[in-house]
Structures are given as C-alpha cells and as structure tokens.
C-alpha cells in the first residue's frame, strides 16, 4: 500500500510523538518523579502559574490526587503554592526557582537542538508548520476531552 503526503506526515508527528515520550520517560527516571509528576511539571513551564483545578484538569487527576501531586512536588522542592491574588478559594501552583535551576543539563541540550531545527525552517514554511502543529494539538485536546466525557 503506498503511504500519502498526509499518511507520512501524520506518521512522523506519531514519530516524533513516541520518541518525546521515550526522553520523557528519562527524564523522569532521572529526576526521580513519575512521569505524571512530569507532566504537571510542563503543564507549569509552559502556561506559568496554574490553580489546582486548572493543573488537575490538565492531567486529568481528581481534586484528591492533584493534591497528593501538589503536596509530593512541593515536598521535593519542584513546585509552591501561593494564595490567588483575587479569589482566596483558589491556590496558584508555580514552578519553584529552584526547580528552574535544577533543569537536567540534556534537556537545556535537548531544546537547544529544537530551536535549532526549528531555526533551519525556511521563514516561507514556518506558519503552515506552526499551523500544522497547533491543529494536531487541538486535535489532540479535543480527543482527551471527548474520552473524558
């Protein structure tokens, strides 16, 4: 069977998407956290400070078990809790400084070498890429939600 444009394409996000799981799962073991713990650890690198909710939503953890996460991260010095500015029912969970400084020397490598790649894309391919790439996390987001519910 001969494999189309989109088959190949959709195979190498699969690619890719086995291979990030496989460093994640390294980098987890390094670290000594489960790869959940990690996962909460991305959810705050990359949209910052998040409540418990919020955080659990993302994981798809009920509000028991993102406390235990909660708790076991700040026990180990990964993340802090800091009251909400404006609503005292709610806890913001942010990455700890020292967290930011105990970044793995591979992986400040490992996203040396996506910028890098990323930087090799032609500037003329760069939004249909980004494009590409958000609608198949989209699509992603979408599938979690529709097996949730």
Request: aromatic fraction near 4%; proline fraction near 3%; charge should be neutral.
């Amino acid at each position: 069977m001969t494999k189309t444009e989109p088959d190949l394409m959709a195979a190498s996000l699969q690619r890719f998407g086995l291979e990030r799981d496989r460093m994640r799962a390294a980098l987890a073991s390094d670290a000594g956290i489960s790869a959940t713990d990690l996962d909460a650890l991305e959810h705050l690198e990359a949209d910052g400070q998040l409540t418990q909710r919020q955080l659990g939503d993302r994981l798809s953890l009920t509000s028991g078990a993102v406390t235990m996460l909660v708790d076991r991260l700040e026990q180990a010095g990964w993340v802090r809790r800091r009251p909400h500015p404006s609503d005292r029912r709610y806890v913001l969970v942010e990455l700890s400084g020292q967290a930011l400084d105990r970044t793995p020397a591979h992986l400040t490598a490992y996203h040396a070498r996506i910028r890098a790649i990323a930087g090799q894309v032609p500037a003329a391919h760069r939004d249909a890429i980004r494009s590409f790439l958000q609608a198949a996390a989209d699509a992603a987001s979408a599938a979690a939600t529709e097996m949730r519910s």
